[in-house]
């Protein structure tokens, strides 16, 4: 805790307390619940966004006018966190009073996990899906050119007396991440993962890399990458993926719209809409085999195990807060 409070000094040398605070936020509950790809890991290409401006560490966000159910923030080129701590409580009461909302948050950056801001929603009894587009990295299904982005989703809904039921997923079929570690590892992907330059499908990560990743379940994924695109960008009002400036310009850091969704179960499907969606999911839970999404997560949160941070990573950041 000591080295995140030092952190948080440190990255305000770029970045004013509400910034840093809003995104160390979100690194932290990535930690805790166990999605170590955007943890602490994080950390360091945050904080090095900042130093070379490709992220507004004082950005001050502001909500634009737009219809009645509509929730607009300029994100002044800053992290998604911040503008989220404008929009989204906003969306939460639009949701709540008319039934259902949108938020559209312009001109930000999103690298981190979706889950948050869908269970944010859900925690206040709002049913919510999110998405955001980034680079392109995924062909359409039967091209070969790197178009939509990984494009990743999310969808919450709220219980009755448990934590809501959270997926949240890329459209592409592996995380890119995971794509640059088999090469770092000098490994083959699995097959399905991506195709090269010239459209053939491959396991080699440095060809896919320099090619196109696909995403899931083929022409579907593809589908949901479309969608992602249109929601994102298109209703949002800011990049689609392959307008979006090249990641070796923009240092990595993708910038654009985010979509979110509320719905108030209640307003739209009746006071016992979520008693009845309990028993469904009750259903589900006593199915042999099956969990729920987000209860790994959710466990972790509730376990008291130690969290283990790596050593090199833990000297990366212990160099940052000037240790
Ligand atoms: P995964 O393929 O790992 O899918 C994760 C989701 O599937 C979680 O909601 C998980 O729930 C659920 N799940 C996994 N196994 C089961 C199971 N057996 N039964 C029911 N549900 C299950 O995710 P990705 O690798 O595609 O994405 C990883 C992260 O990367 C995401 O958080 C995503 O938002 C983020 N990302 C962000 C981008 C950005 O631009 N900001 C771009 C791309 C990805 P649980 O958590 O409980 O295990």
């Not at 809003?22 to 945050?46: C, F, K, P």
């Not at 979509?259 to 042999?288: H, I, K, Q, T, Y």
């Not at 099956?290 to 949160?301: D, I, K, V």
Request: hydrophobic share 50%.
């Amino acid at each position: 805790m000591e080295i995140l409070n030092r952190l948080e000094r440190e990255w305000r040398a770029g970045a004013d307390a509400a910034n840093t605070h809003a995104t160390a936020d979100t690194i932290l509950a990535a930690e805790a619940d166990g999605t170590a790809s955007h943890g602490v890991l994080q950390a360091t290409g945050y904080a090095a966004a900042i130093r070379a401006g490709l992220v507004n560490g004082t950005a001050a966000p502001r909500l634009l006018p737009g219809p009645e159910a509509a929730v607009i923030v300029a994100g002044d080129g800053g992290s998604s966190a911040t503008a989220y701590a404008l929009g989204l409580p906003a969306l939460a009461e639009r949701a709540e009073a008319l039934g259902a909302a949108v938020l559209c948050v312009r001109n930000v950056a999103h690298y981190a996990a979706m889950w948050h801001e869908v269970e944010f929603l859900a925690e206040r009894g709002l049913a919510a899906f999110a998405c955001t587009a980034n680079f392109p990295y995924v062909a359409p299904h039967g091209g070969r050119r790197p178009f939509f982005g990984t494009n990743p989703i999310a969808f919450a809904f709220p219980r009755t007396d448990a934590r809501p039921v959270v997926f949240d997923f890329a459209v592409s079929t592996m995380a890119r991440g995971s794509i640059q570690i088999a090469l770092r590892a000098g490994a083959n992907v699995p097959a399905g993962v991506g195709i090269d330059r010239d459209g053939r499908p491959t396991r080699d990560p440095a060809a896919i890399l320099a090619g196109a990743q696909t995403a899931f379940g083929d022409h579907k994924g593809a589908a949901l990458a479309l969608m992602v695109e249109l929601l994102a960008a298109g209703i949002v009002g800011d990049v689609f993926s392959d307008e979006a400036e090249a990641e070796a310009i923009a240092g990595g850091v993708p910038v654009g719209g985010v979509f979110v969704l509320a719905l108030s179960p209640e307003r739209l499907g009746g006071p016992d809409a979520l008693s009845r969606a309990e028993a469904f999911l009750g259903r589900l839970e006593a199915e042999p085999g099956a969990r729920l999404p987000g209860a790994r997560r959710h466990a972790r949160r509730n376990s008291s195990a130690p969290y283990v941070v790596p050593a090199s990573l833990m000297a990366e950041l212990r160099a940052l807060a000037g240790d």
